[in-house]
T-cell receptor
């Protein structure tokens, strides 16, 4: 079956540090890949997505590139802020019997200190 | 444009009871998905409805059931509640394979 593996957290950084959160996946077919962010007490918000190999998704300074050869979709940001503190989920959506079945990773908590 | 809303926000039940959770989709979205998110875990896909019919199901027992209405709002029903059903239940409506999540319902089973 499909699966998503994320690096374990928490990831603790100082403000303006460089961020990488690793994500690898296993899927049949050609999935779409997503990063979601969840702030405390809230639902998930789509951060960025990529729908085919070599696509780069970007939003709010975050970027991730769909790497089919390494089945990866690592999240990066050049300079994190305290307000980026949240839980980040990598996810894929793959076709299954006429519908798209989503699979999420376990989430990586990011803590940014001033 | 109104986002995805869920009710109630919090709910406490006891083992063996039944519960109904509700979700209103974002305007124009005809697909809704339900997820269970245990503490410290990622969301687990329960099922998806498209135009009032179940259109995909995750690895959940039949006591988890759902409905989608003509206005695309949805219900999640869970029968014979177990302690392990305690979780945040998320609803997401989708358009063009992009999902928009509600804030969730926190269910506690005692």
């Amino acid at each position: 079956g499909n699966s998503v593996t994320q690096m374990e957290g928490p990831v603790t950084l100082s403000e303006e540090a460089f961020l990488t959160i690793n994500c690898t996946y296993t899927a049949t077919g050609y999935p779409s890949l997503f990063w979601y962010v969840q702030y405390p007490g809230e639902g998930l918000q789509l951060l960025l997505k990529a729908t085919k190999a070599d696509d780069k998704g970007s939003n709010k300074g975050f970027e991730a590139t769909y790497r089919k050869e390494t089945t990866s979709f690592h999240l990066e940001k050049g300079s994190v802020q305290v307000s980026d503190s949240a839980v980040y989920f990598c996810a894929l959506s793959a076709p299954s019997g006429g519908s798209y079945i989503p699979t999420f990773g376990r989430g990586t908590s990011l803590i940014v200190h001033p | 444009e109104t986002g995805v809303t869920q009710s109630p926000t919090h709910l406490i039940k006891t083992r063996g009871q039944q519960v109904t959770l509700r979700c209103s989709s974002q305007s124009g979205h005809n697909t809704v998905s339900w997820y269970q998110q245990a503490l410290g875990q990622g969301p687990q896909f329960i099922f998806q409805y498209y135009r009032e019919e179940e259109n995909g199901r995750g690895n959940f027992p039949p006591r988890f059931s759902g409905l989608q209405f003509p206005n695309y709002s949805s219900e999640l029903n869970v029968n014979a509640l177990e302690l392990d059903d305690s979780a945040l239940y998320l609803c997401a409506s989708s358009f063009n394979n992009e999902q928009f999540f509600g804030p969730g319902t926190r269910l506690t089973v005692l």
